[in-house]
């Protein structure tokens, strides 16, 4: 049975990297196999990996309106398409949902779309999903209650308002996450004293921040993919030390 990491949070908060981070602790401690998939419609999460993508799953979407050969049915296609966007790593595998370019009604694209998602999924035993705010991705895209909840904020007083409404529309959206957390990312000595007193007042359990790391900011203005930094960066130490508190579903195989 897998489980599910769902990510969320405003953008610039730094959460495709920290979900490039919990991919690398999976990995390290052998918590596998892995699907990423990248449900934010600003797809990042293939660079934070050092992944090339040639198809997502909006362009196999979009070839439903024209591009479906001769004797395969809609269902064939896109089942083909899924595993064509799939994308085979090292440690992981990467399907980026990306979004349809065009007008009209995808109803039935979606439909066909949720079902081999779920397909796909259950043949992993860790699902990390990287997504916008918004959590509709989640409750159409995999049909299945998240482990995980991991909302990631910066260190002000706007951004923990952020991630508290989007705890608040999770549950709006009947999500059903059995956790929820929240990742201040980004702080430089400690948090305001104004952010620590709404956190403790708020519905959102701190699982632990992550210092701003001059590191990541090299690799970010180089292109190069945070996931593989090195061992000692500040960012991913303090990361691995918030994982291991909070992943709890899974032993080492």
């Known amino acids: 049975m897998s489980s599910l990491i769902a990510m969320a949070g ?11 981070f919990f991919i690398r602790y999976l990995i390290d401690n052998k918590i596998k196999p892995i699907l990423a998939v990248d449900a934010d419609p ?9 992944v090339s993508v040639d198809l997502t799953l909006g362009e196999a979407r979009e070839g439903l309106k024209n591009d479906v050969p001769a004797g395969m049915t809609r269902d064939m296609y896109m089942e083909y398409k899924v595993h ?8 992981f595998d990467l399907i980026v949902m990306g979004r349809p370019e065009g007008a009209g009604c995808y109803c039935h694209a979606n439909s066909l779309l949720s079902k081999y998602m779920e397909r796909l999924a259950g043949n992993y035993r860790v699902i990390v999903m990287d997504n916008e705010a918004g959590m509709e991705h989640i409750s159409r895209l995999v049909a299945k209650e998240p482990e995980i909840l991991l909302i990631v904020s910066d260190p002000t007083f706007r951004g923990v308002q952020a991630a508290e409404r989007i705890l608040k529309l999770s549950k709006e959206l009947n ?49 190069k993919p945070t996931f593989n930094l090195p ?13 291991e508190k909070i992943v709890t579903f899974a032993k080492p195989i």
């Open 231 to 243: 061992k000692d960066s500040r960012a991913i130490q303090a990361a691995t030390e918030i994982f």
């Open 42 to 50: 600003n797809s990042n999460l293939n660079e934070v990996l050092g």
């Open 84 to 91: 064509e966007a799939l994308v085979e790593e090292k440690g």
């Open 10 to 20: 405003k953008g610039g908060t730094g959460k495709t990297t920290i979900a490039g």
């Open 175 to 223: 999500l059903g996450a059995k956790k929820t957390y929240l990742i201040i990312n980004r702080v430089v000595g400690s948090i305001p004293e104004s952010v620590d007193e709404y956190i403790k007042k708020s519905e959102i359990t701190l699982a632990g921040c992550v210092p701003e790391d001059k590191v990541v900011s090299e690799f970010d203005a180089k292109g």
